[in-house]
């Protein structure tokens, strides 16, 4: 493998070989017995695009590895599930002691093609989460997930008929709707470091417009708060959902209303230099923002204080 360009793997089949293991049963759908495979050991990171899904449950047993997305890295030792969807660039790293135990699931896009889960499998956002923010769930969980696992796997060994995909792909929607539900569970359960992560984001913010170079950089971007609280734009929109009801790009736009409002009623900068002053392009569109928040213009605001 390239060790410098991501290495593409473009099927299922092509990646069982690379791990030397049989041929999968079905071109398009694979169960991979993690505790049958070795994997490639490097003290370099080596990184991989996969052209299909991947959902891996699994456990380290012995030594350490590191996965990552991009320059995200993660050491795990509990059970824990995550996922890759197409495209994603993904690289890991094992030591000579590793072992592992736990399923993974391959998933070729075209399998999917033509049935309602093609269309909504993107809404499931744990797939742009970094392998940091994977769900660790619980020994019940896991058995819950298994199942859905194993019944797949019984389905593509057994005798293939017209209702085998339909079948298949409802255990797959079944599955990714389980862990949906384990993902809220992890962010309601963790909610003391959501708070610091949301105390983080007010702070992050606060200080953005307090910068003078707002004008030139423009209005901050969830991807890059996201990359300063070393989180993926879903994560953090995910947690803030949980914790307050609103999105980060709701928490930036109730920033951006906030500071307005203390230029509006303490300066007499008009209403152009303040838009400006908060980086936005355009005043019209501050204007339109402002309204849409506040019902008022932020002239009609500055007005209610004389």
Known sequence: MNKQQPYRIRTLQEYHKILDISSPQHPMVSVIDLSEITPYQSEESIKVVFDFYMISLKKVDAGKVHYGYGQQKYDFSNGILFFIAPNQVFS?????????????????????????????????????????????????????????????????????????????????????NYADRFY????????????????????????????????????????YVAGLLNCSPNYLSGVLKILTGRNTQQHIHEKVIEKAKEKLSTTTLTVSEIAFELGFEYPQSFSKLFKSKTKLSPVEFRASFN
């Open 92 to 176: 890991f790293k094992a030591d000579q002691d590793f072992k592992s135990s736990g399923m993974m699931l391959l998933i070729h896009p075209d399998f999917l093609w033509g049935s309602a889960l093609s269309k909504t499998i993107r809404k499931y956002e744990f797939f742009s989460y970094a392998v940091h923010e994977a769900l660790f769930v619980s020994e019940k969980e896991e058995a819950i997930l298994n199942g859905f696992i194993a019944n797949i796997e019984h389905e593509y060994h057994s005798h293939i008929d017209r209702f085998s995909d339909s079948i298949i792909i409802s255990q797959i929607e079944s599955l990714l």
């Open 184 to 223: 809220t569970r992890q962010f309601l359960t963790r909610k003391i470091s959501g708070s610091r992560l949301l105390d983080q984001l007010e702070k992050i913010l606060d200080d953005y417009f307090e910068k003078e170079d707002v004008m030139d950089k423009g209005l901050p971007t969830v991807p």
